[in-house]
């Protein structure tokens, strides 16, 4: 399995050349490219990446608002995510559903949806990612994921929601929270978990706005005092399973 960081910017004004475009991630396995979200910013250039799927995670602008003029291979998401996606120019046949009740083979891959809270309008889900060789676990935009340690169990690799090191980004609505963990507080659920290796992605304004060595010393920082190796993703890294 092989990880692209297409771009790896949350939904900030700023960007830098590290963190350029709107958070995307390409998994590919056996020749075949499955595109997890789509934001704004690769409107038209999703196009030249000729993915052979697209992956949801939820309706928010930064993640779906690529598609609005249609998209180049068949888009999966949740019936959620498909009801702010109506009115997106894809094609009938193109609109495929991600069940949250049962895996979902795309190609070879399996994902798994676990609805997790980050947003009341946008509900999102994370996903366990498994081939037969390998499973890691990707949380999308994440302020909370119900029985976490179930959810990461045996991941090799936890991609995670890198919007904000250490002030939380939480809100309080209805009996839910929204918003976005810290990395401090995703690290602690890997730890939980046993999962001993960390990518962050989706950068927030902590990040992109910053000196990227003195950063990526803290976020290793952060982890090595949970015994993970944790790293911030940038856009164009290449992970290799
Ligand atoms: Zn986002
Ligand atoms: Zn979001």
Redesign the pocket.
């Known amino acids: 399995m092989k990880i692209t960081f297409l771009g790896t910017k ?2 900030i004004d700023s960007r830098s050349r590290r963190h350029f475009r709107h ?1 995307a991630t390409l998994i590919t396995y056996k020749n075949k490219k499955i595109m997890i979200d789509c934001g704004i910013d690769w409107a038209k250039k999703v196009w030249k990446i000729k993915p052979d799927a697209i992956v949801i995670t939820h309706a ?1 602008p ?2 779906v608002w690529g598609l609005k003029e249609g998209s180049p291979c068949p888009v999966y998401a949740t019936k959620t995510s498909w009801k702010s996606m109506e009115n997106y120019l894809i094609r009938e046949d193109q609109r495929k559903i991600i069940y949250l009740s049962k895996p979902n083979t795309i190609f070879d891959i399996t994902f798994n949806a676990i609805k997790n809270e980050h947003s009341l309008i946008a509900p999102a889900v994370s996903y366990r990612i498994s081939t037969p060789q390998h499973t890691i676990f990707y949380s999308g ?1 994440v302020v909370y994921i119900p029985h976490v340690k179930q959810a990461l169990k045996n991941a090799e690799l936890y991609i995670g929601d890198a919007a904000t090191i250490t002030q939380p980004l939480v809100r309080k609505k209805d009996n839910h929270i929204y918003g976005h963990a810290t990395i401090g507080t995703q690290l602690t659920w890997c730890k939980k978990a046993g999962v001993t290796w960390a990518i962050f992605t ?1 950068c927030g304004s902590q990040i992109v706005d910053h000196d990227g060595r003195k950063v990526a010393a803290q976020i290793r920082k952060l982890g090595k005092q949970k015994g993970i190796k944790a790293k911030v993703a940038y856009d164009g890294m290449v992970i290799n399973l």
């Open positions: 949350g939904y958070t928010h930064d993640h935009d989706h």
